[in-house]
């Protein structure tokens, strides 16, 4: 396997342009990977935390692929890491956000979403569930949820933890954000996705 990682909030922070601004990047990405004489671009999985989780979600929408372009490739395999469920269901009957209507035709490309239960973005006990509920239910039947008891945003993260505001968590109502890494919920979340990605890229 070969990794590639993009930078998407390059000048820090978050952008201002949201979804408009970033997808362009992953789209890029995929489409000079598909480029690479050592890549098999039917066999592109991807990857994202947080924002990046958001985007990864987005992608795997029919609707979200055609906007893209018919020279970006699909890719084979998708696995969010807490891409905040709560905040993208609201986006779902929001006519004013870039991505309306993306839910109602969600692909049927493999999903694999990791979350903790202690996220201060989400609402709920399984706050991925309502989200993953709104798609038609050929997406549905391939999408496995893995919730990390305990867990809080960003639990895979190596940097040190500490709490921050922002506007977009409880559910877009705003509050604190408790980030905190842990040990054991990263290694279990490692073991899920690289079983994830064997099962459905390799040949």
């Known amino acids: ?6 930078d998407m909030f390059p000048r820090g922070g978050r952008p201002r342009e949201g979804t ?3 997808l362009p990047h992953a789209a890029a990405a995929l489409r000079w990977l598909a480029s690479q004489p050592d890549i098999d671009p039917r066999r592109i999985g991807v990857m994202g935390f947080s924002w990046g989780g958001v985007m990864t979600v987005a992608m795997a ?3 979200v692929q055609e906007r893209l372009g018919k020279d970006v490739p699909v890719p084979a395999a998708f696995a969010p890491f807490y891409p905040t469920c709560t905040v993208m269901l609201r986006s779902t009957s ?5 991505l309306y209507g993306w839910h109602v035709r969600m692909g049927t490309k493999p999903m694999l979403m990791q979350v ?3 996220d201060d973005y989400e609402e709920g006990d399984r706050p991925c569930d309502p989200l993953v509920a709104a798609w038609p239910e050929a997406a549905r039947a391939n999408v496995s949820i893995v919730y990390h008891e305990g ?3 960003g ?6 933890g500490g709490t921050f505001h922002d506007p977009f968590a409880r559910g877009g109502r705003g509050g604190q954000v408790r980030f905190y890494p842990s040990a054991r919920d ?5 073991d899920a996705v690289i079983e994830f990605f064997v099962k459905h890229l390799l040949p």
């Open 1 to 6: 396997m070969a990794t590639l990682e993009i």
């Open 20 to 22: 408009r601004a970033t």
């Open 61 to 63: 929408s029919e609707l």
């Open 94 to 98: 929001n006519a004013q956000h870039p």
């Open 116 to 118: 903790g239960t202690r």
């Open 151 to 153: 867990a809080f945003h």
């Open 155 to 160: 639990f895979d993260a190596q940097e040190p």
């Open 186 to 190: 990263a290694a279990a979340a490692r």
